[in-house]
């Protein structure tokens, strides 16, 4: 069966950077789409960035800048590249991704268990 396991959260300080990973394992080729969601606590989960199979990149106009996908659609490991980090950018990330199978035509959608990120003031 397919995982997806986000690492890359952490403590840092504000003005700070992280990156964060997400790698498909299993009977995996590559990852073909990419979206990742914050959630931070007392809020609903939210879309932050998301990258089409073709790799448009969009972001939420709260990250737009500081935020950016990396890791093209061969590889298993797709990345956001977190800059700028404010507090209000604490949350548990997640993310949810369609991924290329090891067999012809196939494919698996779905989510990761997220990692948290925390921005001191």
């Known amino acids: 069966q397919v995982q997806l396991v986000e690492s890359g959260g952490g403590l840092v300080q504000a003005g700070g950077s992280l990156r964060l990973s997400c790698s498909a394992s299993?009977?995996?080729?590559?990852?073909?789409?990419i979206n990742w969601y914050r959630q931070a606590p007392g809020k609903q989960r939210e879309l932050v960035a998301a990258q089409t199979p073709t790799g448009t990149s969009n972001y939420a106009e709260s990250v737009k800048g500081r935020f950016t996908i990396s890791g093209d659609n061969t590889k298993d490991t797709k990345y956001l590249q977190m800059n700028s980090l404010k507090p209000e950018d604490t949350g548990v990330y997640y993310c949810?991704?369609?991924?290329?199978?090891?067999?012809?035509?196939?494919?698996?959608?779905?989510w990761g268990q997220g990692t948290q990120v925390t921005v001191s003031a």
């Open positions: 299993g009977s995996v080729v590559s990852i073909n789409e």
């Open positions: 949810n991704a369609l991924v290329l199978m090891d067999d012809e035509g196939s494919t698996w959608y779905g």
